[in-house]
Nanobody
Framework: QVQLVESGGGLVQAGDSLRLSCAAS??????MGWFRRAPGKERDFVAS????????FYANSVKGRFTISRDTAKNTVYLQMDSLKPEDTAIYYC????????????WGQGTQVIVSS
């Protein structure tokens, strides 16, 4: 059974940094990524990375502030979040997909990030 386990959320102030981690139980994914659901909104894409080539993709709202990376030896993906803003407040979910072009179909339980002003 595939498992994705997130960690690293918390309460921070605007301008602070936070790093999220997502440990996968398998390395058979094509891509892993981060999504977030703000209060009262749908889940939105934040960033993704391909497992083999390390190609990265970002939502415009986080470009230049967030960095996604992976550690293939640990089957872990990270999301370094800098210059956090109150509008970054959300539940952050780690997602994965087995093939390019598929929707992300594997999900972690989510980790809460709260950014106070």
């Amino acid at each position: 059974q595939v498992q994705l386990v997130e960690s690293g959320g918390g309460l921070v102030q605007a301008g602070d940094s936070l790093r999220l981690s997502c440990a996968a139980s398998t390395r058979t994914f094509n891509s892993m990524g981060w999504f977030r659901r703000a209060p009262g909104k749908e889940r939105d894409f934040v960033a993704s990375i391909t497992w083999n080539g390390g190609d990265t993709f970002y939502a415009n709202s986080v470009k230049g502030r967030f960095t996604i990376s992976r550690d293939t030896a640990k089957n872990t993906v990270y999301l370094q979040m800098d210059s956090l803003k109150p509008e970054d407040t959300a539940i952050y979910y780690c997602g994965a997909r087995r093939s390019w072009g598929e929707t992300f179909g594997y999900w972690g339980q989510g980790t809460q990030v709260i950014v106070s002003s």
